[in-house]
T-cell receptor, first 118, second 114 residues
Framework: AQTVTQSQPEMSVQEAETVTLSCTYD???????LFWYKQPPSRQMILVIR??????QNATENRFSVNFQKAAKSFSLKISDSQLGDAAMYFC???????????????FGKGTKLTVNP | GAGVSQSPRYKVAKRGQDVALRCDPI?????LFWYQQALGQGPEFLTY????????KSGLPSDRFFAERPEGSVSTLKIQRTQQEDSAVYLC????????????FGDGTRLSIL
């Protein structure tokens, strides 16, 4: 079974600075999807960014980018120019390749709580 | 509505009671998921529907947990004879069918068992 590990329970960053959140995963599959979700105190899980394993180019969404190292099974999230609204729990998640009739479930890590200091 | 809607937002029940949690997915979303999120933890998968078919229920922790989606739209997660360890936030997510479709989550139902 696939597992996702987030080794940083908490991180903090100064407003306007850059922070990197770590994520490693374990899988024997060669093709899969990786995601970063943000969960503010309001609880709604919001998709931040996603990466397809067969794509070598790292995904970028505005201030958010990933460093995807397939061989190392590492998928870190970099947040540039941090804003107060970035404060939240961040979850890394894994999804297996799509298969007809199969499950599309996400496997989540335990999360990293990000604090942004003004 | 524009997003996934879950009700109730909060539910308090006494140990031994039955509860039902509702999820109204985004219109047109074929796939529907239930996750359980304990305090301070990441969500854990419970079950998955494609339309009305329950394709994966491997995450349901016991036979006290039951989910249905009879018409391929609204889904209900039922927990019978609740126990204290059932206290958690229950998240519902939906998505379009396809390889690269992201899951959209609701606000969740916080269940507290006294």
């Amino acid at each position: 079974a696939q597992t996702v590990t987030q080794s940083q329970p908490e991180m903090s960053v100064q407003e306007a600075e850059t922070v990197t959140l770590s994520c490693t995963y374990d899988t024997s599959e060669s093709d899969y999807y990786l995601f970063w979700y943000k969960q503010p105190p309001s609880r709604q899980m919001i998709l931040v960014i996603r990466q397809e394993a067969y794509k070598q180019q790292n995904a970028t969404e505005n201030r958010f980018s990933v460093n995807f190292q397939k061989a190392a099974k590492s998928f870190s999230l970099k947040i540039s120019d941090s804003q107060l609204g970035d404060a939240a729990m961040y979850f890394c998640a894994y999804r297996s390749p799509f298969a007809q009739g199969g499950s599309e479930k996400l496997v989540f890590g335990k999360g990293t709580k990000l604090t942004v200091n003004p | 509505g524009a997003g996934v809607s879950q009700s109730p937002r909060y539910k308090v029940a006494k140990r031994g009671q039955d509860v039902a949690l509702r999820c109204d997915p985004i219109s047109g979303h074929v796939s529907l998921f239930w996750y359980q999120q304990a305090l301070g933890q990441g969500p854990e998968f419970l079950t998955y529907f494609q339309n009305e078919a329950q394709l994966d229920k491997s995450g349901l922790p016991s036979d006290r947990f039951f989910a249905e989606r009879p018409e391929g739209s609204v889904s209900t997660l039922k927990i019978q004879r609740t126990q204290q360890e059932d206290s958690a936030v229950y998240l519902c997510a939906s998505s379009l069918w396809g390889q690269d479709q992201p899951q959209h989550f609701g606000d969740g139902t916080r269940l507290s068992i006294l």
